[in-house]
């Protein structure tokens, strides 16, 4: 059984930071692709960053500049580190990663559980 379990999510100003944190635990032999989705109210889920294990990484164009993904490999981890936050970044931040429980097994696809993040005043 595999988990991926978010933190790091809360209510912060605009212009102000956070910083999200994934950890996976359970059966893994290798995680590939690491990523952040995020979902706002209405809206469809859509990528906000992914990292392979090489560490080569990906932006949607709204927050390039701003959001900074990076992962560690010994612990499983990926993060989201969130700067210049703007109200239109508030939805719900998922972890999402490719991970093969065995040598032999295929990666999965595995989703975490979801932390919110509310940029306002």
């Known amino acids: 059984q595999v988990q991926l379990v978010e933190s790091g999510g809360g209510l912060v100003q605009p212009g102000g930071s956070l910083r999200l944190s994934c950890a996976a635990s359970g059966r893994i032999f290798r995680i590939d692709l690491m990523a952040w989705y995020r979902q706002a109210p209405g809206k469809e889920r859509e990528l906000v960053a992914s990292?392979?294990?090489?560490?080569?990484?990906n932006y949607v164009d709204s927050v390039k500049g701003r959001f900074t993904i990076s992962r560690d490999v010994t612990k499983n981890a990926v993060y989201l580190q969130m700067n210049s936050l703007k109200p239109e970044d508030t939805a719900v931040y998922y972890c999402?990663?490719?991970?093969?429980?065995?040598?032999?097994?295929?990666?999965?696809?595995?989703w975490g559980q979801g932390t919110q993040v509310t940029v306002s005043s």
């Open positions: 999402n990663a490719y991970i093969s429980p065995t040598l032999l097994s295929a990666p999965s696809n595995y």
């Open positions: 990292i392979t294990r090489l560490g080569n990484t």
